[in-house]
């Protein structure tokens, strides 16, 4: 009886860890104020699953090399969007870094360097859908925290005292773009659970 007992709380707790699964996708994107030969600015970004990384993209070789032997398994459609998302993503941070740059007063003359960090984290509860419980946005510039935001409350937050006479333009200008990108993370995360052969009882 005592045996049964204890078969019957560790199906239990398997269960319990299965219903409760939580699920993380994240992007570190860095843009150096250096150009490349086609006159762009230097830019890399990596993606982190579950806090394992996937792939990796950079500008200068314009190519995404998958890190997990699942992510070679991508439907085309899904390679092919997920790589212009992250082209997209790129160009979107270069364009934050002549913003900040001018900002603080910075040239091209000298080497600057911003970092992005964004994705989000899914919870599954029971047999229902999954929910985005959580999504981050933070930027650090020259290896210092510049600006942050969370899904929820959608507030910029700033480290840098000189940096809050921007807190209000961040806080109307990238309002939208926090809100799509956390969606958007919602929908890849699910496409990439859904391809990962590595782990077990991730479906959505």
């Given at each position: ?10 199906v239990?707790?398997?269960h ?10 994240f992007y570190l994107f860095?843009?150096?104020?250096r150009?490349s030969?086609?006159n762009?600015?230097e ?7 579950n806090d394992?990384?996937?792939d990796?993209y ?9 890190k ?7 439907e085309?459609r899904?390679?092919?969007g ?6 997209a993503?790129?160009?979107?941070t ?15 003359s000298?080497l600057?360097v911003?970092?992005w960090?964004?994705?989000?984290e899914v919870?599954?509860?029971s ?5 985005i ?9 020259d290896g210092?925290?510049l ?7 959608m ?8 940096a ?9 200008e990238y ?7 956390c ?6 995360l ?12 991730v479906?959505?």
């Amino acid at each position: 009886m005592e045996f049964l007992l204890i078969i019957a709380w560790l199906v239990l707790c398997i269960h319990y860890v299965d219903t409760q699964a939580k699920h993380s996708l994240f992007y570190l994107f860095t843009v150096q104020s250096r150009r490349s030969v086609n006159n762009i600015y230097e830019s890399s970004v990596v993606t982190f699953l579950n806090d394992t990384q996937i792939d990796s993209y950079n500008s200068w070789s314009n190519v995404r090399i998958p890190k997990q032997t699942w992510m070679k398994e991508l439907e085309e459609r899904y390679w092919e969007g997920g790589t212009e998302k992250l082209k997209a993503d790129i160009n979107l941070t270069s364009s934050f870094l002549k913003i900040v740059m001018e900002d603080f007063g910075h040239n091209e003359s000298e080497l600057h360097v911003l970092q992005w960090r964004n994705g989000c984290e899914v919870e599954k509860h029971s047999d229902s859908a999954g929910f985005i419980s959580n999504c981050f946005n933070g930027h650090g510039y020259d290896g210092e925290d510049l600006v942050s935001d969370t899904f929820k409350p959608m507030k910029w937050s700033t480290s840098e005292h000189e940096a809050k006479k921007r807190e209000g333009r961040l806080n109307v200008e990238y309002y939208r773009e926090t809100v799509q990108k956390c969606e958007e993370c919602g929908t890849w995360l699910k496409i990439y659970l859904h391809f990962n052969t590595t782990e077990t009882s991730v479906g959505m």
